[in-house]
């Protein structure tokens, strides 16, 4: 008989873990809303999977985007002064996660994986750990369910760097050559335009990542749609200039009345295992591992993570699923954690000064511009850049 897992949560993490266990384990997915519910609500994310994760998801067999429209750079402004058009070696994607999640829930149903529906609360999360010989929790930024202890040396904040400010818009002219334009305002923060598929087809995603209580921070209380799409526009006529020129008066909008999202993250790294009642339970992606959204790694590493912790299960197939497997899969992704989350944490402070040096000779010098681009799809590039005197 097969070994029977269980995924609390049907987010990046817990589809793609569906996807590579399915067919050497008896897996089941806790999720509390439907496809249907997910597809009518609101946005979640950004969402942009670079090179690695979506050669994941091609391994896997996950439902392919041809219709999206391919990143294929990252621009990057300091001011008002456009610094680079870096290239990426690979197009990366963002598909709207309220259409990603459904098809893929929809897809992974239909391919044996049971789906049961409810939000799993604290108290009860113990039962399906008797239930099943592996509990894996997904939960995401609402997670976690189980005491993962936190890890002091990648944990250094107890508030938000930033408030998370996004709306899935119409009527933006895209920039040429397609790709997600980063602009920093010192002291201010960031604004991200990010080209995304919809359901609606393909929308350009404005996602201001806040400096709280400063000049960008200024959407408190706003709750509907038309109400936040105008002072998105009055915030881009005011500080976003590159912005402002290629939007049309006419037919400016949210995509839908959902189209819009305010939250903030404090992060937090956790140790990904944990013992209860002498069962290991797991957990992989932002239950575990939460950044702060300002690099776009949340979505990869989960699928990095994933993708260890599926081959540790499958290595550790025909032995006990012990604290020493738990150990085994917090070792293997450690390092790229660390990466990601001190490269994260580096990109809410001011930027170290022989970053900005480098930074400001990239004009006119295209191996650098590429570079940078680089630093998203290769995070341990961009420690390395960040952190020359590192250890390994
Ligand atoms: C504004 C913003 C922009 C972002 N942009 C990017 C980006 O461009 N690129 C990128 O890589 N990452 C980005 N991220 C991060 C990324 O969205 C997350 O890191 C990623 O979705 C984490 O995946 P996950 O599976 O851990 O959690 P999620 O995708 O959040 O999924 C969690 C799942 O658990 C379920 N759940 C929660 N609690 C329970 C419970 N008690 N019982 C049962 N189910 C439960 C939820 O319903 C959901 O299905 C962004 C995040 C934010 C907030």
Known sequence: ?????????????????????????????VQPRSAEEIRQGRI????????????????????????????????????????????????????????????????????????????????????????????????????PLFPFQPVPELTRFDAPRRKCIVGYFVGVKPLEPLGVSATIIPEMGEMFEIPALTEYGPVTILFIEAIPDRELDVFKGIKEGEAFAGKMKEVVQRFFPGIAERIDEQTFALCDENAFLQTAVTPVIRKPYTMRDGRLVVACGDSAFLNDPITGQGCNL?????????????????????????????????????????????????????????????????????????????????HRSFFPDATP
Request: glycine share 8%; proline share 4%; hydrophobic share 40%.
């Open 302 to 382: 989960a699928s990095y993570c994933a993708e260890q912790l599926a081959d540790t299960i499958r290595e550790h197939a025909r032995s006990a699923w012990d604290e020493a497997m738990g150990e085994d899969y917090w070792q293997r992704v450690r390092g790229r954690v660390r990466e990601v989350t001190e490269w994260t944490n580096a990109m809410t402070q001011p930027l170290p000064q022989h970053v900005v040096q480098f930074l400001l000779g990239t004009p006119g010098d295209q191996q650098k511009a590429d570079q940078v681009a680089g630093w998203f799809a290769h995070p341990d590039t961009a």
């Open 44 to 143: 979640m994310s950004t969402q942009v999977h670079f090179g690695e994760a979506r050669n994941r998801e091609i391994r896997y067999g996950m439902p392919q985007w041809p219709d999206s429209p391919p990143i294929v750079s990252v621009h990057l402004t300091i001011g008002d002064q456009k610094l680079l058009t870096g290239m990426l070696k690979e197009a990366a994607v963002s598909v709207d996660q309220r259409l990603y999640w459904t098809a893929c829930m929809e897809d992974l149903e239909a391919k044996g994986v049971t789906f049961r529906w409810g939000r799993i609360p604290k108290e009860k999360a113990g039962d399906l750990v008797r239930e099943f010989d592996l509990v894996i929790d997904c939960t995401g930024k609402q997670g």
């Open 1 to 29: 008989m097969k070994k029977r897992i269980c995924m609390i949560g049907s987010g990046t993490a817990g589809l793609q873990l569906a996807y590579a266990l399915k067919d050497d384990f008896a897996v089941t997915v």
